[in-house]
C-alpha cells in the first residue's frame, strides 16, 4: 500500500510538472506571435511612411522639373538657373568652359563625345557671337532657350521615377531608360548635367563606335549636320582655340 501510493503521487508529480510545462511553453509561443506581429505592424508602419515620402518626392520632383522647363523657354536669370543645379554641375560648367577656352586639338582627343561636342559647340557660339551674355556662357548654351538640353529634351518624356534621393525621367518610348538624372538635397530636388548630358549623347556615341571614330570626330560630325544649312566653316578649325 505504501508502495502504491508513492507511485500514486510521483505520478501527479510528473504530471503536474509536464502541465507547467506545456503553460510555460504555450505562453511563450503566444508572446512571440505577439512580438512578431507586433514587429510586421512596425514594419507596416514604416513602409507606409516609405512609401509616403517616395510620394511627396515625386511630386516635387515632378513640380521642379516643371519649373526648371519654364524657367530654361523663358529666358531666366543664370542666378534662377543654377538654382536648379547640383554644386557639381556648377563646377562641371566652369570646367568645361576652361577647356574651350584652352584646349588645343590633342588635347580634345582625351575627350569623351559630350565633352567635346560641348567644346566645339561653345567655339560655335563664339565666332558666330551668339552669346546673349558676357557671363555664364557655358551655362546659356547648355540651359538657354533653343540651347543644347533644350534641344536633346523635345522628344516626348515618359513619367518622372524616384528611388530614395535618386530621381530620374526617360523617354515615353523606353521610360525605363533614363535619360536625365536628379538628386535629392535635403529639400529640393537638382538637376546633374554632368550626369545627365552623357545620357542623352548615348545614342548619338554609337555612331563613333561603328565608325571607329574619336569623340572629337564625331561631335564635328554632329555639329556639321546640325549647323550646315546655317554656318559656314564647319571644320577643324574649331579644334583649336579661338584666341579668348
Known amino acids: 500500500m505504501h508502495i502504491l501510493k508513492n507511485t500514486i ?5 510528473v504530471a503536474l510538472a509536464f502541465g507547467f510545462t ?5 505562453a511563450g509561443q503566444s508572446g512571440e506571435g505577439a512580438k512578431a506581429k507586433e514587429s510586421g505592424a512596425s514594419a507596416q508602419v514604416k513602409n507606409a511612411q516609405y512609401e509616403g515620402q517616395q510620394q511627396d518626392k515625386q511630386t516635387m520632383l515632378e513640380t521642379m522639373f516643371a519649373g526648371f522647363l519654364s524657367a530654361v523657354r523663358e529666358g531666366a536669370s543664370a542666378e534662377t538657373l543654377y538654382g536648379y543645379l547640383t554644386d557639381t554641375s556648377e563646377y562641371w560648367l566652369d570646367t568645361l568652359e576652361n577647356h574651350a577656352r584652352v584646349y588645343d586639338s590633342e588635347a580634345l582627343d582625351t575627350c569623351l563625345f559630350y565633352e567635346a561636342y560641348s567644346i566645339l559647340l561653345y567655339r560655335l557660339y563664339e565666332r558666330e557671337h551668339l552669346w546673349e551674355s558676357e557671363e555664364d556662357r557655358m551655362l546659356f548654351m547648355m540651359l538657354s532657350k533653343s540651347g543644347m538640353l ?37 529639400q529640393s530636388w537638382k538637376l ?23 569623340g572629337k570626330k564625331l561631335a564635328l560630325y554632329w555639329i556639321e549636320k546640325e549647323y550646315h544649312m546655317t554656318y559656314s566653316r564647319l571644320d577643324e578649325s574649331l579644334f583649336e582655340p579661338l584666341g579668348f
Open 9 to 13: 503521487v510521483a505520478a501527479f508529480t
Open 22 to 26: 506545456a503553460c510555460a511553453g504555450t
Open 150 to 186: 533644350d534641344r536633346l529634351t523635345k522628344l516626348p518624356l515618359g513619367p518622372m521615377k524616384v528611388k530614395n534621393d535618386r530621381g530620374s525621367v526617360g523617354l515615353q518610348k523606353s521610360p525605363e531608360v533614363p535619360i536625365m538624372i536628379f538628386e535629392w538635397d535635403d
Open 192 to 214: 546633374n548635367l554632368p550626369e545627365t548630358i552623357p545620357l542623352i549623347t548615348k545614342g548619338i556615341e554609337s555612331i563613333a563606335v561603328k565608325k571607329n571614330w574619336s
